[in-house]
């Protein structure tokens, strides 16, 4: 019976071998935990889309930080759905494990960003204050420094990640039997 999905890859397949099991190509981390943060993070920016679509809400909201908010929180939950798909496959993609430590930074700390940036973003716009002005008509610095500070919380995630994907291959020499 010929093999079909992800059976159909050679080096996806685990066979009994002299090597250690963590030399196989299966998938390591679970993709699991970035999807569903994805898909929270999505649901969680719907209440703001629905306001957003919402004729009364819409005319007080638009052109304000709310907007903002919802485009690039959807961008975000969008991302990590993809970057489950990327972890999930890393091993295949790169021909080594990924560091479970780094994925899992970078998956939780880009969800907290998404979502602290969501809310905060939401609650400017809730305020009024418009999108595209410069310097920000704010007189609480406390929403500047909160953006800020998940902005560096994201920023942390997706370094953990950059270190990962730039991290070189190793390749362990193989002993070679010779017949003698």
Not at 2 to 29: C, D, H, L, Q, V
Not at 96 to 110: F, K, Q, V
């Amino acid at each position: 019976m010929a093999a079909i999905g992800y059976e159909a890859f050679p080096s996806a397949r685990t066979t009994k071998s002299s090597n250690p099991p963590s030399s196989t190509m299966s998938p390591s981390t679970n993709s699991l935990p970035p999807v569903l943060l994805g898909f929270g993070v999505y649901i969680a920016v719907g209440f703001l889309a629905m306001q957003l679509g919402t004729i009364g809400w819409a005319f007080r909201l638009h052109g304000t930080y709310a907007a903002t908010a919802h485009l690039m929180t959807i961008l975000l939950a969008v991302t990590l759905i993809w970057v489950g798909a990327l972890y999930h496959s890393h091993q295949l993609f790169f021909g080594r494990a990924e560091n479970r430590r780094h994925a899992y930074i970078h998956i939780l700390t880009t969800a907290v960003a998404a979502l602290g940036l969501l809310y905060t973003m939401a609650a400017m716009g809730g305020l009024g204050i418009p999108r595209r002005a410069y310097p920000l008509p704010v007189t609480d610095p406390t929403y500047p420094a909160v953006l800020l500070l998940f902005a560096a919380i994201l920023a942390l995630g997706q370094a953990a990640s950059l270190i990962q994907l730039l991290r070189p291959k190793i390749v362990k020499p193989v002993a070679v039997k010779t017949a003698g």
